[in-house]
């Protein structure tokens, strides 16, 4: 399992968690309210379909946040590599170039070397 997969199964674990916490700890609640028997277990039926949808709506954004995260680290890299490779190709393209100048300035200095030597005497 990837370091990445992983992490958003942290995360995923981590908000089911968040969620079953709460809706135990509602449950708890309405079980030692000073109620009916009937009203509480209609009250908790009730809680528990909304917390349902709820558990279900957050692990649907987790889920959706995941791969949107997932998709730009994707295009990050991707564009990360294209540009690696473009730098590199620069820098080819001007270390030739910069070998050229220094070929044409060794011209330069020999051709000017051998005009002053031949003032020189």
């Known amino acids: 399992m990837s370091e990445r997969e992983e992490s958003n199964n942290n995360v995923m674990v981590g908000a089911l968690m ?26 908790v039926l009730r809680y528990a379909k909304k917390a349902r949808r709820r558990t279900q709506d957050a692990v649907e954004a987790v889920e959706e946040f995941s791969d949107q995260v997932t998709d730009m680290a994707e295009a990050v890299g991707d564009r990360a590599s294209e540009i690696l490779g473009k730098g590199k190709d620069m820098a080819y393209g001007a270390k030739k170039g910069l070998l050229k100048a220094i070929a044409e300035g060794e011209a330069r200095l020999e051709k000017e070397r051998a005009r002053l030597a031949k003032m020189i005497g």
């Open 18 to 43: 968040l969620v079953a916490g709460g809706i135990i700890g509602a449950g708890i609640a309405l079980m030692y309210a000073p109620q009916s028997g009937e009203k509480t277990r209609k009250g």
